[in-house]
C-alpha cells in the first residue's frame, strides 16, 4: 500500500468535494480514486468522508487527518525539492491568497510574471476580505495587511499602507471641507464593513478615544465604498493603496492627515517547513522585489 499516494487522493477528494473532481485533478478514473478511499478508511479503521448523493465533505476524524496530509505531503515535497537541490526548476501548483482589492491591483501582475518565468507550474488564487487560514484551506502563500497574530507561520515584511479618509472635489465644492475628526459626523459617511472597525474609527487624536461614525452608507466591499466616494456620495476611508491612484489624479481628494492613524505592515506569510519548496521560495521573491519596489506600499 503506497501510504503517500492514499493520502494525496485523499487530499484531493477532500478539497474539490468530490470524487469525479477529484479524479480529474489527478487524472485518474473514478473508481481507482473511490478504491484508494476505501483502502485508506479500511487501513485507519475511520470513515473519513460522508458522502451523499449531492455531496462529499470530511468527517471531524477526516479534518483532523486532512491537516495531517496536507503537512506531510508538503515536507515529502520540500525534502525531495531540497534533495534536487537549492536551484531546483520550480514546478507544480501553488495556492495564494489576498485581499480583493490588493490581489487585483498588485498580486495579479505578479502572479502572471511568475507563470511566464516558469512554465511548469501553476496557480489558483483567492482573492477575499478576510483572514484566511492558510493550513486549513490548503494555501500556500498569504498576502496579510496589518499586525499579525499567528506565529506558526513565515513572514516577510514588503511594505506598509496608512487608512486614509477622502472625498472627491465634487462633494466638497458641495459640502464644508473637515478638519478635524468631530467635523465628519456633519457629513455623508460611507463606511466598508470590508476594513476593521468600519463604525469605530480611531486617528490619532490626544484623547485617543475611536470616533463613533454615522454611516449613511455601508457596503461589504472596498470596491464598492470607493466607486461611492467616486460618484460624490460623501466621505470614505479606504486603505492609501487602494487609493493612491485617484488622489494622484485628483479624483480624491484626502483629508485630515494629521490625524490619521500608524501604518499597517504589509507581510507575504507562508506556512512553516524545515525547507521553503522551489515553487514557493520562488514565488515569495519575486512579489516581495516587486511590492518593495512599489511607491504606494512605502
Known amino acids: 500500500m ?20 477529484a479524479a480529474r485533478r489527478l ?6 480514486v473511490t478504491r484508494a478511499i476505501t483502502a485508506l478508511e479500511e487501513h485507519l479503521n475511520v470513515k473519513l468522508l460522508n458522502r451523499t448523493t449531492r455531496y462529499v465533505r470530511t468527517s471531524d476524524s477526516g479534518q483532523r487527518y486532512l491537516e495531517d496530509a496536507r503537512r506531510i505531503l508538503a515536507e ?8 534536487a537541490g537549492i536551484n531546483a526548476e520550480p514546478q507544480g501548483h501553488l495556492a ?10 498588485f498580486i495579479t501582475p505578479g502572479i502572471v510574471d511568475y507563470l511566464q518565468r516558469y512554465p511548469n507550474t501553476e496557480v489558483s488564487a483567492v482573492f477575499i476580505d478576510r483572514v484566511v487560514n492558510l493550513l486549513e484551506e490548503g494555501l500556500d502563500v498569504g498576502i ?8 506558526s507561520m513565515r513572514a516577510l515584511r514588503v511594505g506598509s499602507v496608512r487608512r486614509i479618509i477622502c472625498a472627491s472635489p465634487e462633494y466638497l465644492q458641495q459640502h464644508k471641507i473637515p478638519h ?44 464598492a465604498a470607493l466607486e461611492a466616494a467616486l460618484g460624490g456620495f460623501g466621505i470614505t476611508r479606504l486603505l492609501s493603496y487602494q487609493v493612491s491612484q485617484q488622489i494622484a489624479s485628483g479624483k480624491l481628494v484626502r483629508l485630515i492627515e494629521t490625524y490619521e492613524p500608524a501604518a499597517w505592515p504589509v507581510h507575504i506569510v507562508h506556512r ?5 519548496s522551489a515553487k514557493i521560495r520562488t514565488f515569495v521573491d519575486l512579489m516581495a522585489e516587486r511590492l518593495r519596489a512599489d511607491s504606494s506600499l512605502n
Open 2 to 21: 503506497d501510504r503517500f499516494h492514499l493520502m494525496n487522493v485523499f487530499v484531493a477528494v477532500a478539497e474539490e468535494q468530490g470524487f469525479a473532481a
Open 27 to 32: 487524472r485518474m478514473s473514478p473508481p481507482s
Open 76 to 83: 515529502v515535497e520540500s525534502a525531495d525539492e531540497a534533495a
Open 96 to 105: 495564494v491568497t489576498a485581499p480583493a482589492l490588493f490581489g487585483r491591483q
Open 144 to 151: 496579510r495587511i496589518g499586525e499579525l497574530s499567528d506565529s
Open 180 to 223: 478635524k475628526p468631530d467635523d465628519l459626523l456633519e457629513h455623508s459617511i460611507i463606511a466598508s464593513s470590508a476594513i476593521v472597525g468600519s463604525i469605530d474609527w480611531h486617528l490619532n487624536t490626544t484623547d485617543g478615544k475611536p470616533l463613533r461614525i454615522k454611516p449613511r452608507l455601508t457596503v461589504n466591499t472596498n470596491d
Open 272 to 276: 512553516e517547513g524545515r525547507y521553503a
